[in-house]
C-alpha cells in the first residue's frame, strides 16, 4: 500500500521526524501567540548623523514563548509568512508600535518592518490608517521598512499603488537590507523611497557605503547605515555621507519601558 516505500522512510530517520514535529508544535504555537498575548516589541534607537540626536526607534517584534524565553524573529516570521499568519501578526504590529510611539515626544518616529505577504492581502494601506486613527500617531512619524522581494511579486505594480497610497497619508518608506538582493538599483529609482537601510553586512565596506551614500544624495534619499556596532565605525559611515545611523553601538533594540531612558541619553 501507500506509503510502505516513502513513508517507512521516516521511521528510519529520526531526525527527520524530530524536525517535522519541532515545526508542527512551532506552528501551533504560533496560531496562539496572539490571542495568548505571547508577542511584544522591542525598540532600536536609530541616530541622525547630521545632528548627532535620536531621529527615531524601529520596532523589532518578539515572541515570548511560554517556557522558552523570548524568541527572535528569523526563528518565526518565515513560518508565519508561510502559514499566512504574518498578516494578522502584523496588523498587531502596527497597532502596538503606533499606541507606543504616539507618547513620544514629536518629531522622534517609529519604524515598522512590513513582511512581502502583506501586501498581497489588500488590507494594508486599511489597517495602517486604523492604526494612526486609534493611536492618534501622525502619518509623518511612521516609516515602514520594506525588502526587495515585496516589490518583485506582479512586476511590482500593486506595491506601487499601495506605497504611494501609504505616502499619501504622510508615512515615509524604507527599503530595507539594501544590497542583499538582486536588483536594488533599478528598484531604488522607480519606487518612492523616502531612505535606503544599506545592510549590516556591509557596515565595514566603506565603498559600497560611500557608493550608497552618493546615489542616495543624487536621488535625494536618505541613508541608514545598519549594524554600527563600534565608533570606528560609526565615524566612517558618518564621513562615508550617511544619513543616520542603527546598531548595537548606540543601543540594543529593548522594551518600551526603556525607551524614555535613551530618549534622555541620546536627546529626542
Ligand atoms: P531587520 O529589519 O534588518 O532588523 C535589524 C536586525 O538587526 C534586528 O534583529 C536587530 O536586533 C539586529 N541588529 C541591530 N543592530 C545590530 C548590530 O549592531 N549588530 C548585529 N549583529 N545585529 C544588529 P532582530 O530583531 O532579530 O530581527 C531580525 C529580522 O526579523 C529583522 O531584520 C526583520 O527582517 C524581521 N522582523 C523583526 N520584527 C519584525 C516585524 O515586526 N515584522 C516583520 N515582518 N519582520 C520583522
Ligand atoms: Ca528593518
Ligand atoms: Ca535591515
Ligand atoms: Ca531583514
Not at 50 to 65: D, I, M, N, S, V
Not at 73 to 96: D, K, N, Q, S, Y
Not at 184 to 198: A, E, N
Not at 237 to 255: H, N, S
Request: proline share 6%; hydrophobic share 40%.
Amino acid at each position: 500500500s501507500k506509503g510502505e516505500g516513502r513513508g517507512r522512510f521516516n521511521f528510519f530517520v529520526p531526525e527527520l521526524q524530530d524536525r517535522a514535529e519541532a515545526r508542527r508544535a512551532l506552528e501551533l504555537g504560533l496560531r496562539a501567540a496572539l490571542p495568548r498575548g505571547e508577542f511584544t516589541l522591542h525598540y532600536q534607537p536609530q541616530l541622525d548623523l547630521g545632528t548627532r540626536t535620536l531621529a527615531g526607534f524601529e520596532a523589532l517584534l518578539r515572541w515570548q514563548r511560554p517556557g522558552l524565553g523570548l524568541v527572535p524573529p528569523a526563528e518565526f516570521i518565515p513560518l508565519a509568512e508561510e502559514i499566512g499568519l504574518i498578516g494578522t501578526i502584523g496588523e498587531w504590529v502596527l497597532r502596538e508600535a503606533t499606541s507606543e510611539a504616539a507618547r513620544w515626544p514629536a518629531p522622534l518616529r517609529v519604524a515598522v518592518n512590513v513582511s512581502p505577504p502583506q501586501f498581497q492581502n489588500g488590507r494594508l494601506v486599511g489597517s495602517v490608517q486604523a492604526a494612526l486613527a486609534a493611536s492618534g500617531l501622525p502619518g509623518d512619524r511612521l516609516e515602514l521598512e520594506v525588502t526587495e522581494s515585496a516589490l518583485l511579486e506582479d512586476g511590482g505594480w500593486g506595491t506601487m499603488a499601495q506605497l504611494q497610497a501609504l505616502k499619501m497619508l504622510g508615512l515615509r518608506i524604507s527599503l530595507d537590507d539594501f544590497g542583499t538582493g538582486y536588483s536594488s538599483l533599478s528598484q531604488l529609482r522607480s519606487f518612492p523611497f523616502d531612505r535606503v537601510k544599506i545592510d549590516r553586512s556591509f557596515a565595514d565596506d566603506a565603498a559600497v557605503v560611500r557608493a550608497v551614500a552618493a546615489l542616495g544624495t543624487s536621488l535625494g534619499i536618505r541613508t541608514t547605515a545598519e549594524g554600527v556596532e563600534t565608533p570606528a565605525q560609526l565615524e566612517r559611515v558618518r564621513a562615508d555621507g550617511c544619513t543616520e545611523a542603527q546598531g548595537y553601538l548606540l543601543g540594543r533594540p529593548v522594551p518600551a519601558g526603556e525607551v524614555p531612558e535613551i530618549i534622555r541619553r541620546l536627546g529626542g
